[in-house]
């Protein structure tokens, strides 16, 4: 006779081991404790803050002090982390009392590197090689690597803002190419121009690092620093995140028509500020940053962002560049035609060819008549009152149109505005505004 065991199994054995089978699985199911989370994604919720951010500014023993005022401009030691990087030690580099600009770091070696393009500067490399030369310092709880120049201005909890839409722990490049058409046409459409900074994820930074000094052997027929590093970027699949707020300002003259008709986005950096005239009339370079930054301080998301105001009653437009310039148009100008740039700057390049004139966005002729100008008004004080922003604008007469209008005897004007306070998620800030 055969055993018990060899039997088949019948219908209802079977039944019976499924229900144990699957009663095992429920129990479990109950009692089985999930692993922990690994660290990095409990960190992820924590908002980034200035603190997560380090700041790289490429500067030269020869350019470092005429070029400080423009670093205290936003550098605040409390609360902004920075290195300056010179080629060369000078005397004072490293006097630990003035805490008003950030530490200096001598950069390293760079002599075994090629350089080959012709009429260029091979310090070009020694300022790519900032990107390594950061990374490798190791320094703590670094979400962001900022790059930038000793005349790059930045508005740095704009820049906060503006990353914090980003996860630092994956692979990102951020930044602007350049205003000017040609300026993109010869170095790359999709490069960050180093002038206007740009910014290198934690993750990134560090593969970069790694492969950083021998990639910098491939481009020696490059021109500067910003080309070797997103070539390089290039090399590891990474492509640029372009954000408005970043602005190379590859332009001369008058910037009227910039400030005042600035994406609704953040402004994050200006650049080249000593080749455009002075950004208010009637006072210098310094003195006018230093009056725009005092609105910085106090509102810093509103800075330059544009709101229009319609007067039906006496058939005007109101265009605010808030902190920075009002114009007032006679008539009623259509939203869209305010939002393009008015030609108030001229090209980059001196050289007269057709595609200098170009431009990245869309602008419009700034009128040679005067009379068909708008009247502008410059920021002449703010202050700040629970989140209440009061701000004084005083107008500014180039020439005085010899025909009389109605906004003749119109001096002053005040804007109310409350504090912009946006959240990671906004993007939409209303463009307008009753009067
Ligand atoms: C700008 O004006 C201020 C105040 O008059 C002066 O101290 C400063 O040296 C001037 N800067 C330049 C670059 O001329
Ligand atoms: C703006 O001008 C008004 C009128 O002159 C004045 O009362 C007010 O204090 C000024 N506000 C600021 C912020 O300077």
């Known amino acids: 006779m055969p055993s018990a065991l060899l039997q088949p199994l019948s219908p209802s054995r079977i039944k019976t081991l ?3 089978l699957s009663l095992l699985f429920i129990l479990y199911l109950v009692f089985h404790q999930p692993p922990p989370h690994p660290p990095l994604l409990q960190h992820l919720p924590l908002p980034t803050t200035r603190r997560h951010l380090l700041f790289s500014i490429a500067s030269s023993a020869a350019s470092w002090s005429r070029r400080k005022p423009y670093v205290r401009l936003w550098y605040s030691p409390d609360t902004t982390r920075a290195f300056v990087f010179l080629d060369k030690p000078i005397p004072d580099s490293n006097t630990a009392g003035d805490r008003s600009v950030p530490p200096v770091i001598v950069s390293g070696d760079t002599s075994r590197f090629p350089y080959t393009f012709r009429g260029g500067l091979r310090s070009a490399i020694r300022v790519a090689r900032v990107v390594k030369e950061i990374v490798d310092r190791g320094e703590p709880d670094v979400r962001w690597f900022v790059f930038g120049d000793d005349d790059t201005i930045l508005f740095v909890d704009n820049l906060v803002k503006t990353l914090s839409k980003y996860d630092h722990n994956q692979w990102f490049y951020v930044g602007s190419n350049s205003e000017s058409y040609d300026q993109n046409v010869k170095y790359s459409f999709d490069m960050a121009f180093g002038g206007g900074g740009f910014a290198i994820s934690h993750s990134l930074a560090k593969a970069l690092a790694n ?11 490059l021109y500067g620093s910003d080309a070797r590093i ?3 970027l290039a090399e590891l699949g990474v492509g640029l995140t372009h954000e408005p707020g970043f602005h190379q ?6 910037l009227l028509g910039l400030l005042s008709a600035h994406p609704l986005s953040p402004l994050v950096s200006l650049h080249h500020m000593e080749t455009v005239e002075s950004i208010f ?31 039906p009653s006496r058939s005007l437009s109101v265009s605010v560049a808030w902190g920075y310039a009002i114009q007032v148009f006679e008539g009623n100008e259509l939203l869209p035609d305010l939002l393009s740039l008015q030609k108030t700057f001229m090209p980059w390049r001196r050289s007269g060819s057709i595609d200098a004139t170009h431009y990245m966005f869309n602008t419009r002729d700034y009128p040679r008549d005067i009379c068909k100008r708008p009247a502008v008004f410059f920021l002449e004080s703010v202050a700040s009152e629970n989140n209440v922003m009061q701000s004084n604008y005083t107008r500014h007469n180039i020439e005085n149109c010899p025909k009389t209008n109605k906004i003749d005897n119109l001096e002053k004007i005040r804007v109310f505005s409350e504090k912009l306070e946006l959240d990671v998620d906004q993007v939409f800030l209303n463009r307008l505004c009753g009067l």
């Open 18 to 20: 499924l229900l144990f």
């Open 211 to 221: 492969v950083f000094d021998s990639c910098l052997m491939r481009y020696a027929h």
């Open 230 to 232: 997103f070539s390089c």
């Open 249 to 254: 300002v590859d332009m001369r003259g008058n």
């Open 281 to 311: 009339p009637n006072m210098n370079k310094t003195q006018a940053l230093e009056r725009f930054f005092i609105a910085v301080k106090v509102d810093p998301a509103r800075i330059c962002q544009q709101t229009i105001c319609y007067d």
